[in-house]
């Protein structure tokens, strides 16, 4: 019975160090973690936050990030994310070589974009390597979620954009398995 005992204590005694650190620690999303992970075109907005959910579906953890940004096109190849513009491609024209070249009239909405990473392995978004990154241009945003919603008899999760403007349009943002597709949803989202 002493032997099992002190077996055990000494168990205990080597696992306690590893319980006394935690889980690994989070990476925060910040400006450096934005800059990091596409560009130093980039800047987090912290007061809109970040959005958490599964937008394609693998079951891992994905992020859609709130940001500015001044020539999204520029680190594109370095940083490994596509550049995509579902609001334009909605409307008939969503190539987003020549709409990134598109002045906006209001200078509060100019260069907002929203980056997304498609998470990977146990640490979703948090990887050193995610699936997938893409910054989605043109999207006239003034909050972004992450919410159900249901696409051919199915629930899905998708990006829930309250759209800056006079009228308080809502839209959403779903990937389709290849892209992403923007879809109006007419009022407010309140």
Known sequence: ????????AFSVAMLLPAFAQGPPAARKI?????????GDQFTLLPEIGAAFGDLDGDGVEDVAIAARCKNPMLDQAD??????????????????????????GDPA???LVVLIIH?????????????????????????????????RKKKIEAVYVEEAGDTGDSSALFFD??????VPMGGDMQ
Do not use: C
Request: net charge positive.
């Open 1 to 8: 019975m002493r032997k099992i005992f002190l077996l055990l």
């Open 30 to 38: 910040d400006n450096d973690f934005v800059q990091r992970q596409f």
């Open 79 to 104: 940083h490994n994310y596509t550049v995509i513009d579902p609001y334009n491609d909605f409307f008939g024209y969503g190539n987003p070589k020549l709409t990134t070249t598109f002045s906006e």
């Open 109 to 111: 909405r100019r260069g």
């Open 119 to 151: 998470g990977a392995g146990p640490d979703a978004w948090r990887s050193a390597t995610p699936k997938a990154k893409y910054v989605i241009v043109n999207l006239p945003y003034r909050t972004i979620s992450v919410r159900k919603m249901t696409l």
């Open 177 to 182: 398995g290849r892209k992403f597709r923007y």
